[in-house]
């Protein structure tokens, strides 16, 4: 069996994004960039998998302005087998981000997709659940356990108040959350390994799909802030402010 | 224009997330029909019939939905779609799962936690953690929403309660089962709706120190639990209890968060809260500065002492 594990390059998990002054959006220039940290959750799961003798290969791709090679590259320094990169500059929404997927699930027919189960920098949460959708397939989300039984996976979901355990049949859709694994770091040699590692190159009209938003932004905004308020000396004193403000 | 508002329900009952998601619906204008899709669901059916501005309720009360599997709920929902031009649904762990199937099948793009409504076609969502406000305008001819609730009020009974009708379901879909499920049974209020929420942090240093130090001061202020994410990775506190952008949003009354740092991602889940009181030793932590009022001390010394002066 192979997996594909879709990955998107995004701002740093740590750099906290400044709005620019126009309302144009927000200034990612000279800021460092990285894996989608569900992604590389993903992948995390999807060698796991490998290692244990349930897939035979792994494939990594990307939907993005050149540089998401880098990307596919840290993913096949992990240990990931080959990449393909699908090169398109500006916004490509989780829509088309899901058909050109479903393209590449078509050709490549893994049994398993994992994707994070959503990027932090758009905050959709679609594109796995999109493409399950399109490719007509069952989606298990938000998954914190994947076991693969047979020809069915079962995955352990996050909801609301606890978890949940789904059996899916496969092909299957699974999107990672936080708790699914702990991504490894990759060492020196893999690093090297994977500078010979194969990545494809394509783009989105060889496999037919417009990626023209659907949506416009009509402006980026700084979110209302908030004020820093009072250090207050005592519980007994604070017990009060409470009570000033009704909240208790 | 009709919207069709999808319940999130435990069959027996309303979630308060579907009351505050069909506030949002409303500023959409039109009629509001809501779909309660489960097993033995009439009473949330009839509990969503009752609520203020909904039109119609469908009722689909079926073996197949008892858990609102996303393959089934989808499959339904697009059989409907032809009568509405938006569906709305609550960004809770359902709607989040069920709503971007529904929008790829019927070809339009998602909008994914609208925070604002300004008009038909054009709402604000927050994007990197909520560090920015982003206003998108929607040309897809049917439109598919999910609602950060924490950002809308909840309707409240309207005059009348509006008719329920049985809807048809379309073929089953076998590639999906439920096995089982493990949810805590807690008899505080829900962490997203909760007016008052405690949330700790890893000053409490372990499992036990959490509970010790958090829950009667929870119970005296009938408040929900929360907690940051490194609580959460370090086992302190269960999974459903972190608070932040890839957790759960949360905007109460009042909000403490006691031994939490104040990481931009944790601060993504709380900060529309009115009030929040910062409870830290480190008078630099960055959740000092979206307090309302802090306390510069040990959380082992100041929680029992504030479970005393409640």
């Known amino acids: 069996m192979k997996i594909l594990v879709p990955v998107k390059r995004v701002v740093d998990y740590n750099v906290k994004v400044r709005v620019k002054a126009d309302g144009s959006g927000v200034d990612i220039a000279n800021v460092k960039m990285a894996m989608n940290p569900f992604d590389e959750i993903a992948v995390e799961e999807a060698l796991r998998l ?22 596919i590259r840290t993913a096949l320094a992990m240990g990931a087998d080959r990449g ?33 189960k959503q990027a932090i920098d758009d905050d959709c949460g679609q594109t796995g659940q999109m493409l399950a959708a399109l490719l007509g397939r069952p989606q298990g989300t938000f998954a914190s356990r994947v076991v693969i039984e047979g020809e069915d996976v079962l995955v352990t979901r996050e909801v609301d108040g606890g978890h949940e355990t789904l059996k899916l ?17 990759a060492s020196l040699p893999n690093i090297m390994k994977a500078k010979k ?35 207050l000396g005592s519980v007994d004193e604070l017990v009060g402010k409470l009570k000033e403000a009704g909240v208790i | 224009m009709t919207t069709l508002l999808i319940a999130d329900h435990l069959n027996t009952a309303l979630r308060d997330a579907t009351a505050k998601a069909l506030t949002a619906a409303k500023a959409l204008g039109g009629g509001i029909h809501v779909l309660v899709a489960g097993k033995d669901c009439r009473a949330a059916a009839e509990a969503a019939a009752k609520l203020d501005g909904v039109t119609k309720v469908l009722l689909a009360d079926d073996a197949s939905l008892d858990h609102q599997l996303a393959e089934p709920m989808a499959a339904l929902i697009v059989s409907l779609a032809g009568s509405y031009d938006a569906f709305v649904a609550p960004a809770t762990t359902d709607g989040k799962n069920i709503m971007p199937r529904v929008a790829a099948l019927l070809d339009v793009m998602q909008l994914s936690d609208v925070s604002a409504i300004l008009s038909p076609d054009t709402f604000e969502r927050p994007i990197y953690a909520g560090n920015a406000i982003q206003t998108v305008q929607s040309a ?15 309707a409240g009974e309207g005059g009348t309660a509006a008719p329920v009708e049985t809807v048809a379901l379309p073929a089953a879909d ?15 209020p829900e962490l997203a ?112 002492e504030m479970e005393k002066a409640l």
């Open chain 1, 169 to 185: 049949a496969l092909p299957a859709i699974v999107t990672a959350d936080l708790r699914l694994n702990e991504p490894r770091y």
């Open chain 2, 174 to 188: 076998s590639t999906s089962a439920f096995v089982g499920a493990e949810i805590a049974k807690s008899d505080r």
């Open chain 1, 84 to 116: 393909i990169l699908v090169k398109a500059d500006g916004v490509v929404e989780p829509l088309a981000v899901a058909k050109i997927l479903r393209e590449i699930v078509k050709a490549e027919g893994p049994g398993l997709v994992i994707l994070g």
């Open chain 1, 50 to 71: 490998k290692e244990a003798g349930k897939a035979e290969e792994v494939i990594v791709a990307s939907i993005g302005p050149a540089q998401s090679a880098e990307t």
């Open chain 2, 140 to 154: 897809d001819p049917k439109k598919v929403v999910t609602v950060r609730t924490a950002s809308f009020k909840a």
């Open chain 2, 193 to 304: 709706g909760a007016k008052i929420v405690i949330s700790g942090g890893r000053a409490f240093q372990s499992a036990e120190n959490f509970r010790k130090y958090i829950e009667p001061v929870a119970d005296k202020l009938g408040a929900a639990i929360g907690a940051s994410r490194a609580a959460v990775d370090a086992g302190y506190a269960p999974n459903d209890y972190q608070v932040g952008q890839t957790g759960k949003i949360v905007a109460p009354e009042l909000y403490i968060a006691c031994g939490i740092s104040g990481a931009i991602q944790h601060l993504a889940g709380m900060k529309d809260s009115r009030i929040i009181v910062a409870i830290n030793k480190d008078s630099e932590a960055p959740i000092f500065q979206v307090a309302d009022y802090g306390l510069v001390g040990d959380v082992f010394q100041i929680l029992p």
């Open chain 1, 197 to 231: 590692k194969p990545i494809e190159e394509k783009t989105p009209a060889d496999y037919g799909v417009d990626v023209t938003p659907r949506l416009t932004v009509v402006k980026t905004a700084e979110p209302p802030g908030r004020k820093a308020g009072v250090v």
